[in-house]
């Protein structure tokens, strides 16, 4: 007879907090009129806490589960899931409090006619999120766990390790206060095992609070990212009033997770016209400020990684050459003849009017105060796996300033090749 499933904490052990948000007193299940697979199972769960069900195979680990994310009802016993007895509870509750839970399957459960982001923002949907309100957050949770080049891709052509990754995605993307995953090991090698380990220690450590504050973080950055793209558009003549502007740039900012990198001018260039803003001049700006972005994301790469981390610095030694060059192209100065001369060679008008150095500081001075939400928001996910201080705060912004520096370049070189 195979031996009783116990339910260990993880070491080390989490501080959780006074409250319990799974209770079980003396608890039995079976099936029909079969013998009791579980028997007096007594147990709570504080909140915070991390812990392993262990047992042999057929000593109702999955049973067990199934009573936590409410799929069953006991047959004797008491369950209370925060804080509300289950078993008394009436059945036009129980999705309510199965909407607080996420799961992780063993067979994943991935609807093969759905898309990767499709699979991933289908909890939101059920709960009744409006999509263009959730895509941002879904696409940047698949990103996280390594499927942001995945989004259209179907889950019959993914991996083992993919499709475990997107069964997390899944269970998580609602922010549950309780994370079930039933042997998220089992289907994959032991590489990928250890990767999905570290994944669900640092969701454990992360916590909705850090999650929060690195999304309030990113918020306000890109509330910043707008206020320089305005600036350019301005300098170029057609200033928008804030609501209106913020309404282009952050809905043609949809278009970055299309496949091929045009439709986001293409938005701005569409959604410009209706406010009177020539399409060239949309275009124009959009380059631009993609320019000033890589630009001051290599410079605060240059000024911050050789303190924080000089290993980085001697690896991208090229950020350090880059930069002033990128610099004196983007200068005004220079800038302004080689577009005209640029539009000259496709038959194109010249700009309107030259840009200033005044505005363009001041959409770089936008900018550099995006990189530092940006760092903190990547600080806010970091901080609880142990990483704290100036010297992180420095890594952080730098790392992200070159990260998304990098790509672009990237990108240039293959469209270049």
Known sequence: ??????????????????????????VGLR?????EVLRDVSFALPAGSFHFLTGASGA?????????????????????????????????ALPALRRRVGVVFQDFRLFDHLSVFENAALPLRI??????????????????????DLLEARPPTLSGGQKQRLAIARAVVTR??????????????DQMAVRLLHLFDA??????????????AAIIGLGFTSFAWRTIMADLGSPLPVAAGMRVFYLAQIGKYLPGAVWPFVAQMELGKALGVPRQRSAVAGLLFVGLHCATGLLVASATLPFASPAAAEHYWWVLALTPVLLVVLHPRVLSPLLDRLFWMLRRPPLDRPL???N???????????????????????????????????????AYGLAWSAGVISFLRSILK
Not at 73 to 83: C, D, E, L, Q, T
Not at 128 to 148: F, T
Not at 176 to 189: H, I, Q
């Open 1 to 26: 007879m195979p031996s009783p499933a116990s339910l260990d904490p993880a070491p080390p052990p989490s501080a959780p907090e006074a409250t319990s948000i799974v209770e079980f007193e003396r």
């Open 31 to 35: 099936y029909g009129l079969g013998p």
């Open 60 to 92: 109702g680990k999955s049973s067990l589960l199934s009573l936590l994310y409410l799929a069953r009802r006991p047959s004797r016993g008491r369950i209370a899931v925060f804080g509300q007895d289950v078993d008394h509870a009436p059945r036009a």
């Open 127 to 148: 709960a009744g999120r409006p999509e263009h309100e959730s895509a941002a957050n879904v696409i940047e949770l698949l990103q996280w766990v390594g499927l942001g």
């Open 176 to 189: 549950p206060r309780l994370l079930l995953a039933d042997e998220p090991t089992g289907n994959v090698d």
């Open 203 to 216: 969701l454990h450590r992360m916590g909705p609070g850090w999650f929060a504050a690195s999304l309030l």
């Open 356 to 358: 200033t150095f005044a």
């Open 360 to 398: 363009t500081a001041r959409a770089c001075g936008f900018l550099l105060v995006t990189w530092l939400f940006y760092g903190l928001s990547l600080l806010a996910l970091a901080r609880p796996l142990g990483l704290t201080g100036a010297g992180s705060l420095a890594l952080a912004i730098g």
